[in-house]
């Protein structure tokens, strides 16, 4: 596990992490990522109160994941319901994520 230097967390504003919100939470996400030292670090994004991801919001996270792979950090999906985690293994994109359960 990363010490907490090494670590950022993101949470999710709102229940639902889709076309309308995201924008923002890339542009955070983005952000958070920068603050890390590549190769050194994980992104933890809280998903405890979202209720709902779509395709646009799987998207944001495939891209933040891709942004954060492309550093060599994680990125770990805390609290993920189990309508996300069926999407990410229905989607294959399962092992992309380091799933954590609960929140901080």
């Known amino acids: 596990m990363a010490p907490e230097s090494h670590k950022r967390s993101a949470g999710i504003h709102g229940s639902r992490l ?3 919100s995201r924008t923002a939470f890339r542009r955070a996400a983005g952000e958070l990522l920068e603050q890390l ?15 709902q991801v779509d395709s646009a919001g799987l998207g944001a996270l495939m891209l ?11 990125v770990s999906l805390r609290g993920a319901n189990e309508e996300l985690r069926f999407l990410l293994v229905l989607t294959k994109l399962d ?4 799933l954590e359960s609960g929140a901080s």
């Not at 933040?64 to 994680?74: C, D, F, M, P």
């Not at 092992?95 to 380091?98: A, R, T, V």
């Open 18 to 20: 889709g076309l309308e």
């Open 37 to 51: 030292s590549e190769g050194a670090g994980r992104l933890v994004i809280d998903l405890s109160g979202t209720r």
């Open 64 to 74: 933040i994941q891709r942004k954060a792979a492309e550093r060599r950090l994680s």
């Open 95 to 98: 092992d992309l994520f380091e």
